[in-house]
Nanobody, 124 residues
Framework: QVQVMESGGGLVQAGGSLTLACTAS????????VGWFRQTPGKEREGVSC????????AYSDSVKGRFTISRDNARNTLYLQMNSLKVEDTATYYC?????????????????WGQGTQVTVSS
């Protein structure tokens, strides 16, 4: 049984940093295109950052480019999202996804595995 779980969310002041982690059992991140997505109430889930299965290609939304960094540790089978210079508008539930991720457009296209989400709240 595949399980994908995010951690690291929380409350942080604007300008601060957080690192999200996503661990998986039953699948190897290194064999899938993966990504981080976020969603706020009433809005569609949007791509934040994506990574190709081989690790050679990354994509970031314009709103986070230069502030967020996606990375993967294959030995730990963990996906990370380092978030710096956080803004109030980054407040959302953040989801990790594996498989069915368009890593170029950073768009979900029939995602195979979603995590349950972790809440990030940035206060002013």
């Amino acid at each position: 049984q595949v399980q994908v779980m995010e951690s690291g969310g929380g409350l942080v002041q604007a300008g601060g940093s957080l690192t999200l982690a996503c661990t998986a059992s039953g699948l190897k991140f290194g064999t899938y295109n993966v990504g981080w997505f976020r969603q706020t109430p009433g809005k569609e889930r949007e791509g934040v950052s994506c990574l190709s299965w081989g690790g050679s290609s990354t994509a970031y939304s314009d709103s986070v480019k230069g502030r967020f960094t996606i990375s993967r540790d294959n030995a730990r089978n963990t996906l990370y999202l380092q978030m710096n210079s956080l803004k109030v508008e980054d407040t959302a539930t953040y989801y990790c996804a594996a498989g069915g991720v368009n890593h170029v457009a950073c768009r979900p296209e029939g995602v195979r595995y979603w995590g349950q989400g972790t809440q990030v709240t940035v206060s002013s």
